[in-house]
């Protein structure tokens, strides 16, 4: 199976600040790769498809780069309803596998 | 808009079986490409399993062979989970999910039930 690896596991931010979140690929996935956001006691939402597409609905302020085995989702200018778990998910073998999950705290 | 609309909470005792459906509305089931996600309690997401209809099989997670069926009734718009031989460890919430193909074997997990929580205990 493809090993997902995220980074940070935990992240403290301000309502206001741009953080990023790091996802790394065991092997190769050109840009086969889905962002998720989960708030406690819900289904995950998904935010970013195949890299950098944002989904219909998503805030702008969401955006994802990468390709290969590195990707990096950006969150601008945080807002309350932003405070979630994060997790990132390929799409290029059928055994699909998540990111462990990085929980975006209120600092 | 499809929505997913899974059963209720089960609590079974180790080494029985679960059987969680999970209700399509807004879309017919043959057009759909539904898998399975579960989520242990303060943990990640596990994929288990799910239909890929372009080649008729269905995959599941090798952790999970041999204790794992996903059926569907058609006429019922409704999927299945059925998990046996259950251990401690398989105390999660389990989701239903769609699969979304947008072309370029792009794939992404759009709609979700809102979850069935199976607790293993003795």
């Known amino acids: 199976d493809i090993q997902m690896t995220q980074s940070p596991s935990s992240l403290s931010a301000s309502v206001g600040d741009t953080v990023a979140i790091s996802c790394r690929a065991s092997q190769h996935i050109t840009y086969y790769l889905n962002w998720y956001q989960q708030k406690p006691g819900k289904a995950p939402k998904l935010l970013i498809h195949?890299?950098?597409s944002l989904q219909s609905g998503v805030p702008s302020r969401f955006s994802g780069s990468g390709s290969g085995t590195n990707f990096t989702l950006t969150i601008n200018s945080l807002q309350p309803e932003d405070f979630a778990i994060y997790y990132c998910?390929?799409?290029?073998?059928?055994?699909?596998?998540f990111g462990q999950g990085t929980k975006l705290e209120i600092k | 808009q499809v929505q997913l609309v899974q059963s209720g909470a089960e609590v079974k005792k180790p080494g029985a079986s679960v059987k969680v459906s999970c209700k399509v509305s807004g879309h017919s089931l043959t057009e759909l490409s539904i898998h399975w996600v579960r989520q242990a309690l303060g943990k990640g997401l596990e994929w288990m399993g799910g239909?890929?209809?372009?080649?008729?099989?269905?995959f599941y997670a090798q952790k999970l062979q041999g204790r794992v069926t996903l059926t569907e009734d058609t006429s019922a718009d409704t999927a299945y989970l059925e998990l046996s031989s259950l251990r401690s460890e398989d105390t999660a919430m389990y989701f239903c999910?769609?699969?979304?193909?947008?072309?370029?074997?792009?794939?992404?997990?759009?709609?979700w039930g809102q979850g069935t929580l199976v607790t293993v205990s003795s």
């Open positions: 195949a890299a950098s």
């Open positions: 999910t769609t699969r979304r193909y947008t072309g370029a074997y792009l794939y992404y997990f759009d709609s």
């Open positions: 998910q390929q799409s290029y073998s059928i055994f699909y596998t």
């Open positions: 239909f890929d209809p372009e080649d008729g099989e269905t």
